[in-house]
């Protein structure tokens, strides 16, 4: 008969989670012992609890399926209420596993160690940041919990939270049977979809915004093929870079994919197809600043159609416990009489930078594109992960690849971690791209690579300097951070190391890393302070005249 802890590992596998992420802990350690010995999941310890959310977040992301956090009690879960946030905000299908004290302990009258204000502290912070939760404390309700709380988490494509008494781990337990989908009204779903294709048809210039619950709920492959048949232009958000890549879409990208949309810091041709649409279907879009506050003009959200978290708004009313996979296969039923556009008449998108000069001038964040961009044509294209700062901006003018970065909650320090999930998710070489000061975070998770096997490919982008938020607020010296000298750091974690002040240090070293796998290497780009790409400057410049704008009304 299963025990509790193996029960809840064959339900995790049952539901898609590929492996496990952590960090032991002496409230989690009875669970680490089941998780290892039983073998069910294969399980990477890392070094920080920051990491290990970040992690099994991006293995998440990139695996579209359950990414799996394992924590202690206390010091450890509280550690990682960051990643679990951006998980919350970012719509990642994330399970935080948490040891908890045993029950006989608990009621012992005595506080223990790494408890905060109570003993359920920690459950009321993460009923902020999760959709469903549960503590394993009785056997006989423990199925029928574990069931809820993962459908929960694949439904809503958000984290949730499972709490085990460390003293009920083996305890006996019946097997978790999964729950069926929740019901769905099926006339509400063709419902919403014929009147999505009646406004498409009424539009003189309909066009498609994709966001990233497209790739959470798994229909990269059905949007490309709803877009292939619809024949209209698309744009992915900010947060949606990565999109419909030939990874994610069979038959590869639609021709009518124009690029990422950023309004006035984006490309001219993207922000004019997406604000002048008259029929503007967005599905799985989230409406946030960083993907709408840098619009050219306001998008009339009462003539936009928007598709996500589980509803469908269409001018003044809406459609409630739609799933997006159910709405976008109703759309392809009923996309066969669309009178489809001339994908000749479509915008064409600006060329990407590319054929670096490799010569002995100092190197600049567009020449970081434009050499990743010839290592992808050169060595075929990775998937990326990215921190926030001017590396994720960069990437906007890098080969349409697969991507995972914090685009909306913009938390630094994701980018490394990330990385090391999104190559124990999907087992290819990845691209990290990350900055300085987000290496100085998490940086030092590289040291596990050679454990597991890992080789990331990693750009730092090392300014010296806290460069995004010197752009917000220039001329002050908190901003400033100690030349670290990365890639001296990088053979004692087990890496190689390239530090690279010119553009043709940057070539050669690239060139370098792909023709060597095995161990990472950690590329130390040399900026001068206040060097940031075009679309930096242009998101900053924007945001903040929407700033000023505000206070001044």
């Not at 009204?185 to 009147?195: H, L, Q, S």
């Not at 010119?502 to 060139?511: E, G, K, P, Q």
């Amino acid at each position: 008969m299963p025990t509790i802890a193996t029960a809840l590992l064959d339900a995790l596998k049952a539901h898609g989670a590929t492996r496990i992420f952590g960090i032991p802990g002496d409230f989690a350690l009875p669970f680490f012992r089941v998780a290892e010995q039983s073998a069910l999941l294969p399980l990477y310890t890392l070094s920080h609890e920051p990491g290990v959310g970040f992690a099994a977040d991006a293995c998440a992301r990139m695996g579209r399926g359950l990414g799996v956090a394992a924590v202690t009690y206390g010091a450890g879960a509280l550690n990682m209420v960051n990643p679990v946030a951006g998980a919350w905000s970012e719509k990642s299908p994330l399970v935080v596993i948490s040891g908890a004290p045993g029950v006989a302990e608990s009621a012992g009258g005595l506080l223990l160690h790494h408890q905060a204000k109570t003993l359920d502290s920690q459950w009321r912070i993460f009923e902020e940041i999760t959709c469903a939760r549960t503590r394993l404390d009785d056997p006989l309700t423990a199925p029928g919990e574990i069931a809820r709380v993962l459908r929960a988490c694949l439904e809503h494509s958000r984290p949730v939270y499972i709490e085990i008494p460390r003293d009920i781990v083996d305890a006996p337990c019946a097997a978790v049977d999964r729950l069926p989908p929740t019901p769905v009204d099926g006339e509400a779903v063709e419902a919403a979809a014929g009147e999505i294709m009646a406004r498409l048809a009424a539009a003189s210039a309909p066009a498609l915004l994709l966001g990233v619950e497209v790739r959470r709920h798994g229909i990269e492959a059905d949007v490309a093929e709803l877009a292939r048949r619809l024949g209209l232009p698309i744009a992915t958000t900010f947060m949606g870079r990565g999109l419909l890549s030939e990874e994610g879409a069979a038959g590869g990208a639609p021709d009518s994919l124009m690029g990422t949309y950023l309004g006035l810091a984006g490309r001219p041709e993207v922000r004019a197809v997406i604000e002048d649409s008259d029929g503007l279907l967005m599905l799985g879009v989230i409406l946030s600043d960083t993907n709408f506050g840098v619009s050219g003009k306001r998008i009339d959200l009462r003539r936009a159609m928007l598709a996500a978290d589980r509803q469908v708004a269409l001018g003044f009313h809406t459609y409630n416990d739609i799933p997006l996979a159910d709405l976008v296969a109703a759309l392809l039923r009923q996309a066969e009489g669309f009178a489809r556009q001339d994908a000749k008449a479509l915008p064409k998108p600006t060329a990407l930078p590319r054929d670096m000069i490799a010569d002995g001038a100092p190197i600049g964040p567009m020449d970081i594109a434009a050499a990743i961009n010839d290592l992808f044509s050169a060595h075929g294209v990775m998937p990326i992960a990215s921190d926030m700062g001017d590396c994720l901006f960069t990437a906007l003018d890098t080969t349409h690849a697969p991507l995972v970065a914090p685009g909306y909650y913009a938390t630094m320090g994701f980018g490394v971690p990330a990385g090391l999930g999104v190559q124990a998710s999907c087992g290819r070489r990845p691209l990290i791209l990350v900055g300085d000061g987000a290496f100085q975070m998490t940086g030092w998770e590289l040291g596990n690579c050679a454990r597991y096997g890992w080789d990331p490919i990693v750009i730092v982008f090392n300014n010296a300097s806290w460069e995004m938020l010197r752009t917000f607020q220039p001329d002050t010296a908190y901003n400033d951070l100690a030349d670290w000298r990365f890639a001296d750091l990088a053979a004692g974690l087990g890496g190689v190391g390239h530090r690279c002040q010119t553009r043709a240090d940057l070539a050669r070293a690239l060139d370098r890393a792909a023709r060597e796998p095995g161990r990472f290497h950690l590329i130390e780009a040399v900026l001068a302070r206040g060097a940031i790409s075009d679309t930096l400057q242009r998101f900053v410049t924007t945001m903040k005249g929407r700033h000023a704008a505000a206070a001044d009304a």
